[in-house]
Nanobody, 125 residues
Framework: QLQLVESGGGFVQPGGSVTLSCKVT????????TGWFRQAPRKEREGVAC????????HYAYSVKGRFTVSKDNDLNTLYLQMNDLKPGDTAIYYC??????????????????WGQGAQVTVSS
């Protein structure tokens, strides 16, 4: 059974850092496109960072470029999203996701079909 279980997040002050984890069970994610998305109140879901293994490239949203970094631990079958210099605008529910690598999933667009349950990140003083 393919599952994605997220952990981490919580309350953090502006300028702080937090790391989200996403443990994948039921499948090896090595050949999947892996993505992180977020949804803020009253806003549409947006792609934050997506890794495409076939081309070995990570697409970052412009708003997080230079502040957020994705990584993975193959032994633990776990994905990570390291978030630094957090801003109030980063407040959202963050989701990890898996999907077949396509031109769309490479750029955090449509096509992701397996999703984590979400993790709340609140950035406020």
């Amino acid at each position: 059974q393919l599952q994605l279980v997220e952990s981490g997040g919580g309350f953090v002050q502006p300028g702080g850092s937090v790391t989200l984890s996403c443990k994948v069970t039921g499948v090896s994610f090595a050949r999947f496109a892996t993505g992180w998305f977020r949804q803020a109140p009253r806003k549409e879901r947006e792609g934050v960072a997506c890794f495409a293994p076939y081309i070995s490239r990570t697409h970052y949203a412009y708003s997080v470029k230079g502040r957020f970094t994705v990584s993975k631990d193959n032994d633990l079958n776990t994905l990570y999203l390291q978030m630094n210099d957090l801003k109030p605008g980063d407040t959202a529910i963050y989701y990890c996701a898996l999907g077949s690598e396509t031109q769309m999933t490479r750029i955090c667009s449509i096509g992701y079909e397996y999703w984590g349950q979400g993790a709340q990140v609140t950035v406020s003083s």
